[in-house]
């Protein structure tokens, strides 16, 4: 089994190039109406779809309101990633922290409002 999240919104020009300049995903398909992304490496895909699209069933329709909606994107080495995205610009929504769960992350914003924490697992503090 594979799960494949998606997300339908009207900025999938806005939502590509923030994915593909700013983390580095790669194009799995595009068409006028929806985008599928993966990961660098190819391991994981999201996809983005445009509201209200005719080829669409009443259940895909809907667009996204910006809230309720996370990802998280596990790295070996956060603090390369954070401190690369830095140097593009990028606004960080939540600073580099370390967790007393063991989190070591900070979080950024893409263009549908969604949350994407950057996260390397490190061992609980003790």
């Known amino acids: 089994m594979k799960l494949n999240a998606g997300i339908i ?6 939502t590509k190039a923030f994915y593909t300049e700013v983390l580095n995903f790669g194009i799995t398909f595009e068409n006028d109406f ?9 391991g994981e895909e999201i996809g983005f779809l445009l509201p209200d699209h005719p080829t669409q069933r009443p259940l895909f329709q809907s667009a996204f309101n910006g809230k309720g ?5 596990e790295v070996p080495n956060v603090d390369v990633h954070y401190e690369n995205l830095k140097k593009k610009g990028v606004p960080i929504v939540v600073e ?8 070591r992350h900070f979080a950024i914003k893409d263009p549908n409002g969604i949350g994407i924490d950057i996260v390397t697992y490190t061992a609980p503090e003790e």
């Open 34 to 42: 929806y985008l599928l992304l993966h990961t660098p490496g190819g």
């Open 9 to 14: 919104t009207d900025k999938l020009n806005e």
């Open 96 to 103: 580099l922290r370390n967790e007393p769960w063991g989190d």
């Open 69 to 73: 909606v996370y990802l998280t994107i």
